[in-house]
């Protein structure tokens, strides 16, 4: 269900900012509120503006915590080279660490939608050091096993988003869509796929949440994590598929208020 009716403002104060990273790309950061910090990392295509301080997410986080989200490299705010080079597979999740080190955070809530739930993934095989939680939307990690993962797909819902079109059209007439670099987004990952450790979800510690919209495969991207993690919560969005979660105007509240929810009750002591 459309929520385009309900009044949905940024977070006030919104801070802007640029790291040069290591390999002489400029990210783009934007940051509200205070407190103990939430990373917030969108999916392909779109851009921590459009995912998550223009859908109501980043202020209802900032009312109580320091909120970061994060440009990921060809999208958004970010520099966006055209060169397939600049986009091996590890390099977004390498990134989120340097600017995180830049703005002198060590510990932080994440949460990831899409390509964004992939780089938690990415971070949690990494570092795992860096995470209060971990938070996927969108997203999970699927299974390995081609047994499991058929029986997966077999409990997964079926239908159809009636807004899924609508999302994503709205997804593909963004002003900063640079086609060019979302190209060689995809072919530098294919090219250099990713070189991070398996994660091992067994010897994770933190709480983990993910929620996926009713029609967006929610067993399939779940059914590990829940058999796997020691605290582990899912969440379905009943109706919604995949490009109406985190898109401004469709974004259903029950998301928003889950992941604020999460955040809030595992804060440190």
């Known amino acids: 269900m459309a929520v385009e009716d309900l009044a949905i403002e940024a977070p006030a104060d919104i801070k802007h900012g640029d790291v040069t990273v290591s390999d002489g790309v400029r990210i783009h950061y934007q940051e509200a509120g205070a407190g103990v910090p939430v990373v917030l990392l969108h999916g392909y295509i779109s851009c921590c503006d459009a995912s998550w301080f223009a859908d109501g997410m980043a202020k209802a986080l900032a009312t109580t915590h320091r909120v970061i989200g994060i440009d990921a490299r060809g999208h958004g705010r970010s520099e966006k080279p055209h060169d397939p080079a600049k986009y091996p597979a590890d390099r977004m999740a390498t990134d ?9 955070v060590g510990r932080a809530h994440f949460h990831g939608y899409s390509m964004g739930g992939g780089l938690v993934a990415q971070l949690m095989a990494r570092r795992p050091d860096l995470f209060i939680t971990a938070g996927f939307g969108g997203s999970g990690v699927r299974e390995s096993d081609e047994a499991l993962a058929a029986k997966a797909a077999e409990a997964d ?3 159809v988003d009636p807004d899924q079109d609508r999302g994503r059209a709205t997804l593909a007439a963004r002003a900063d869509r ?6 060689a987004v995809q072919d530098g990952r294919q090219a250099s796929p990713s070189t991070a450790p398996s994660l091992d979800l067994t010897t994770i510690a933190f709480p983990v949440i ?11 991207k779940t059914q590990r994590m829940q058999r796997e993690l020691k605290d582990f919560r899912a969440v379905i969005l009943p109706g919604h598929g995949h490009n ?11 998301y928003i208020d889950t992941v604020a ?3 809030r009750a595992h804060d440190p002591a």
């Open 157 to 159: 819902p079926q239908g």
């Open 244 to 254: 109406t979660v985190t898109t401004a105007g469709f974004t259903p509240q029950l």
């Open 210 to 220: 993910a929620v996926n919209g009713e029609f967006d495969a929610p067993i399939s």
């Open 261 to 263: 929810d999460f955040v």
């Open 96 to 104: 989120v660490i340097e600017v995180l080190e830049a703005l002198g």
């Open 178 to 183: 640079d086609n060019e670099a979302l190209k």
